[in-house]
T-cell receptor
Framework: DAKTTQPPSMDCAEGRAANLPCNHSTISGNEYVYWYRQIHSQGPQYIIHGLKNNETNEMASLIITEDRKSSTLILPHATLRDTAVYYCIVDTDKLIFGTGTRLQVFP | NAGVMQNPRHLVRRRGQEARLRCSPM?????VYWYRQLPEEGLKFMVY????????ESGMPKERFSAEFPKEGPSILRIQQVVRGDSAAYFCASSPGLADYEQYFGPGTRLTVT
């Protein structure tokens, strides 16, 4: 079973920041937090991952709380092409996908 | 650098036939993973392989399914005597290592069993 809890759906206006929360209260000390997304029925796309520190790349930022029990994925300027199912995953090797958050970006 | 390649992209099989799905990992990646996505469901882990070794097959059905990743050539997911319930999208992913490495996914093979 997935070790994460995410809201089933969220909406975001185009151009605004999308903040996607994730709870992982049972995370172990050596487990990373990964974020992937799946656009329609394509193969999942890696977004970002982190262990303890906040991370930023060209796609998104990842904010991990100090106790590591939750995290937030931030898409700073959402576009229509960011409409997808976003998965927060905690693991060390294989990825256990939960149900994810369906993000709908509207004009 | 080419991404993860999977073929065929679409595969139709009659009940009882065999299905062979191929996955070529990204160059330099020695870890391969297979996932299955049933219609309207999330992805489920099936098996994790390194060259010539099965590391974790905890998600593989006990019968009819097998996977290999030979020293040379692509990884193969083999489904014998397919049934309608095997109809799904099968995704392969690869990574250069564990833990601190992201997995890169292929476009998937959509298997339809008639």
């Amino acid at each position: 079973d997935a070790k994460t809890t995410q809201p089933p759906s969220m909406d975001c206006a185009e151009g605004r920041a999308a903040n996607l929360p994730c709870n992982h209260s049972t995370i172990s000390g050596n487990e990373y937090v990964y974020w992937y997304r799946q656009i329609h029925s394509q193969g999942p796309q890696y977004i970002i991952h982190g262990l303890k520190n906040n991370e930023t790349n060209e796609m998104a930022s990842l904010i991990i709380t100090e106790d590591r029990k939750s995290s937030t994925l931030i898409l700073p300027h959402a576009t229509l092409r960011d409409t997808a199912v976003y998965y927060c995953i905690v693991d060390t090797d294989k990825l256990i996908f939960g149900t994810g958050t369906r993000l709908q970006v509207f004009p | 650098n080419a991404g993860v390649m999977q073929n065929p992209r679409h595969l139709v099989r009659r009940r009882g036939q065999e299905a062979r799905l191929r996955c070529s990992p990204m160059k330099g990646h020695s870890h391969v993973y297979w996932y299955r996505q049933l219609p309207e469901e999330g992805l489920k882990f099936m098996v994790y392989l390194q060259k010539e070794n099965i590391i974790d097959e905890s998600g593989m059905p006990k019968e009819r399914f097998s996977a290999e990743f030979p020293k040379e050539g692509p990884s193969i997911l083999r489904i014998q005597q397919v049934v309608r319930g095997d109809s799904a999208a099968y995704f392969c992913a690869s990574s250069p290592g564990l833990a601190d490495y992201e997995q890169y996914f292929g476009p998937g093979t959509r298997l339809t069993v008639t």
